[in-house]
């Protein structure tokens, strides 16, 4: 049978004779048409040596549905594949394809059809088939026997632009070519200054390599956002839906806010570098936050909600800043501010030499701080559980109106100083202190666990006050200095090491008297005071009730020291350890008990006015100034003039009263002036009837007593008492005692 193409022809019957099936176009291009009995072709199987597979070996060759019976004797064999093809995103679909025959074809025919495949279509970027499976040729063409897919690559864009002003991110007419940022489409997102963006709900899930914000961004609805770098320059990032950061945070600028806050993972690393904000919000870091040149996070917002930064376990803060005075601090108000460090906080060397944690609620530290670096002053509330640690010649501050408690026994490390320059530190613990302590200006110190200043440990005190419940203890090896006008109120105070009072030096005894304000010189401990301005070292601050100084140790008034320094002002100033007066007058205006050691050498003067009773030793070249009367020296234990070996002259500007127990100890070198010693009294000698006590007489230099030899060992000024003084024995054979109305 034969067939023509009555569409093309335009003939209904045929020119050629009987046999011959009129088709029209598409019937001619439908291969069971030709090897089987069907209704175009009248029922009756044309039988005809016909394929629609390439390489069948038929006499003909025919592409199903899209080319009629073809010649193989005119075909040329050939596979045809799909050529790769790449591209970048442009949020457009893809289609279409190209091919390439594997030979020519011997007539020069042709390829066409469409192509198929997932690259049909493919909008994102990724990986796609190019299928040419329906690719056919004509009459003078390939009778094709196989087919290769190609592959379609969608490169992310670079890099896209916001050029929209107000708008939702999902519309791609607000972005740069209509290429809207989703999935990973796009490598790089700037939103301008300007642009005012909404991340909204026909936003997919997507993934950025940068955001980079100037203008702003309000995270409400849409899929996931994962960035690796974050840029934000300037303007507002509102994150009220959750986002990630794998990289990095570059933060210069603007303000980062929202419900869903901001989460920095280990392996992030943050860079703050200017004025930033973080409003209305928490940030929990786990990674790396460095602060560098004038960087300052300023915890933003009007107070209503609360905005926190807290530097998680395991994260790690550098204050690295050159020029960054208030690396965190508020902008606005401290009200609901608060920094807490559960990681590590760092002040670096090469930042700014002083910087400040201030204008917050509360910092509040249960890691650890390390001052590296210069000055670290804390100006704000707090509580701690953490460790400071502040290496040698740095500075830990705790100042301005600010409370902190420090709820650990090892709260600092390290061998550099704490200062306490303003508000009010309590150490709740007991604390073992191996680093410099500075208290100054209004800073208060409350030792409520008592706190120990050990080896490498030194106390220089300007000002302010230290109390608290279980006191201060400054072990051996330790130097105290305290050259202002300084409190120790409700406490006590051992000294075991040296305490210099200089320039205007004076601790005020403090408290209104409820509870004991007790300082103690202990055995081994100095106390020395040098200061040139200081006339009153130790005295008490509104009250005497329950001030007290017991001296154990050694009190030196030196060479140097005000002309006249009083103790004054206490409930008591006890001394059962040594006092060296070695320059001036020591004035006791308060009431005293003497049971120690009293030295004065020649030109200096200790008083007491009102008289007291001596259970102890005065010695040495000065002058003891006590009262007359019931107001004079009573003394019930050992008068030395010089010392023991050496002869000197000691002066009572008072009266004198012996009285039981008393005891004078006298060197005797030979009869010349100046070769035993003296007793000079200004006032009256007198004791109790019977009860002078005793003379200890020692011959010294190699001194033998000769019958005639006489000594003149008590001037009395007033008088001696001879109701005394009659019943006196000198125990010695070869001594006769003699006294006349003022002398013995």
């Known amino acids: 049978a034969s067939f023509w193409d009555t569409t093309s022809t335009g003939q209904a019957a045929s020119a050629g004779g009987a046999g011959a099936i009129g088709m029209i176009t598409a ?223 570059n933060w210069s600028g603007g303000t980062i806010s929202g419900t869903a806050g901001l989460n920095t993972q280990s392996g992030v690393t943050t860079t703050i570098s200017g004025f930033v904000n973080l409003s209305d ?12 040149g004038s960087g300052s996070l300023r915890l933003a917002g009007n107070g209503t909600l609360a905005t926190t930064f807290n530097n998680q376990i395991g994260g790690v803060v550098n204050f690295d800043g050159n020029t960054s005075t208030f690396p965190v601090t508020n902008s606005g108000t401290s009200v609901n501010k608060t920094f807490n460090n559960a990681g590590t906080l760092n002040k670096n060397i090469g930042s700014s030499a002083t910087q400040s944690l201030s204008g917050l609620a509360g910092f509040n ?83 409520n666990g008592l706190m120990t200043l050990g080896a490498g440990s030194a106390l220089n005190w300007s000002g302010g006050t230290i109390s608290g419940t279980a006191g201060l203890n400054t072990q051996s090896g330790v130097t105290t200095t305290i050259s202002g006008f300084v409190n120790l109120s409700d406490t006590t105070w051992d000294n075991f090491g040296i305490v210099d009072f200089t320039g205007s030096g004076s601790l005020r005894l403090a408290g209104n008297g409820t509870l004991a304000t007790t300082f103690n010189n202990q055995i081994g401990g100095v106390v020395n005071f040098d200061g040139n301005t200081s006339t009153f070292p130790v005295t008490n601050s509104g009250t005497s009730v329950n001030k007290t100084f017991n001296n154990a140790g050694t009190l030196n008034k030196n060479i140097g020291s005000s002309a006249t320094q009083s103790i004054n002002g206490l409930a008591g100033f006890n001394n059962t350890g040594t006092v060296n007066v070695n320059s001036g007058t020591l004035n006791i205006s308060t009431s005293f008990t003497q049971t120690g050691v009293i030295n004065t050498l020649a030109g200096t003067t200790f008083s007491d006015t009102a008289g007291f009773t001596n259970s102890g030793t005065l010695t040495g070249d000065g002058t003891f100034v006590a009262g007359t009367g019931a107001a004079g020296l009573i003394n019930q234990g050992i008068i030395e003039p010089g010392a023991a070996g050496v002869v000197g002259s000691l002066t009572v500007s008072g009266d004198l009263q012996l009285d039981t127990g008393s005891t004078l100890n006298i060197d005797l070198a ?22 002078l006590g005793g003379v200890t007489l020692s011959k010294i230099g190699g001194y033998t007593v000769t019958t005639g030899d006489s000594f003149q060992l008590i001037t009395a000024t007033s008088g001696l008492d001879t109701a005394v003084f009659d019943p006196f024995a000198l125990q010695r054979a070869d001594l006769t005692p003699t006294y006349t109305a003022g002398s013995f």
């Open 365 to 447: 530290n249960t890691g650890t701080v390390n001052v590296n670096s210069g000055t670290l002053r804390l100006l704000s509330n707090g509580t701690d559980s953490g460790v400071y640690n502040i290496s040698a010649g740095n500075t830990l501050e705790n100042g301005g109106g600010s409370t902190r408690d420090i709820n650990t026994a090892t709260g600092f490390t390290g061998a550099g100083t704490l200062l306490v320059s303003g508000g009010i530190l309590n150490l709740n613990n007991a604390q073992l202190f191996n680093q410099i302590l500075t208290v100054n200006g209004a800073g208060v110190l409350n030792a």
């Open 670 to 691: 030979g009869t010349g002036a100046g070769q035993f010693d003296e007793l000079v009294v200004t006032g009256a000698v007198s004791g109790n009837t019977g009860s």
């Open 281 to 292: 919000t928490t940030w929990d870091n786990f990674g790396i936050v460095d602060f560098t």
């Open 27 to 249: 019937e001619m291009m439908t291969l069971a048409n030709f090897n089987s009995a069907t209704t175009a072709n009248g029922l009756v199987n044309p039988l005809w040596d016909i394929s629609a597979t390439g390489g069948a070996a038929t006499k003909w060759r025919i592409y199903d549905g899209n080319t009629m019976p073809l010649l193989t004797s005119f075909l040329t064999q050939a596979t045809v594949t799909a050529n790769d093809a790449t591209i970048t995103y442009s949020n457009a679909a893809y289609s279409g394809g190209n091919v390439t025959a594997s030979v020519a074809a011997t007539h020069g025919g042709s390829l066409f059809g469409a192509y198929s495949g997932t690259s049909q279509g493919a909008v994102n970027a990724g990986g796609y088939v190019i299928n040419a499976s329906s690719t056919y040729s004509d009459q003078f063409g390939y009778d094709i026997i196989g087919f290769v897919d190609g592959a379609l690559t969608i490169n992310p864009l670079a890099s896209v632009s916001w050029i929209g002003t107000v708008g939702n991110w999902s519309n791609s007419a607000n972005w740069a070519g209509g290429a809207t940022p989703y999935g990973s489409n796009v490598l790089a997102v700037i939103i301008p200054s300007g642009g005012t963006v909404t991340y909204d709900a026909g936003v997919a899930a997507t993934s950025l390599n940068s955001l980079t914000i100037n203008g702003s961004l309000d995270l409400t609805a849409g899929g996931a956002l994962a960035i690796n770098d974050l840029n934000m320059v300037n303007g507002t990032f509102n994150n009220g839906l959750g986002f990630t950061i794998n990289n990095t945070l």
